[in-house]
């Protein structure tokens, strides 16, 4: 079992940043792929970003590429989302997801709101 609790979301003005964070508990953190995920009011939830468990290799959704960076600290048990040039269709919840060998778990999600 893993538990994901997202964290760093808030109210932020178009072309500005802000880094999400997701703490994992259980001690296998370093062996999942973590992702982030979104969900717009009236979208489905869409894939943003992956990392490897190694941090070898890293997945964007187009519509972030350039401006979003994953990265992990398997020592913390935490993978990060760095969003900088932010817009207001960037607006959404963010959920961490978890997955390995067939077994996949969420978070609870963190709001990110870009006012215009």
């Known amino acids: 079992q893993v538990q994901l609790v997202e964290s760093g979301g808030g109210l932020v003005q178009a072309g500005g940043s802000l880094r999400l964070s997701c703490a994992a508990s259980g001690r296998t953190f370093s062996s999942y792929t973590m992702g982030w995920f979104r969900q717009a009011p009236g979208k489905e939830r869409e894939f943003v970003a992956a990392?490897?468990?190694?941090?070898?290799?890293?997945n964007y959704a187009d519509s972030v590429k350039g401006r979003f960076t994953i990265s992990r600290d398997n020592a913390q048990n935490t993978v990060y989302l760095q969003m900088s040039s932010l817009k207001p269709e960037d607006t959404a919840v963010y959920y961490c997801n978890a997955k390995m060998a067939g077994s996949v778990y969420w978070g609870k999600g963190t709001l990110v709101t870009v006012s215009s």
């Open positions: 990392i490897s468990w190694d941090s070898g290799n890293t």
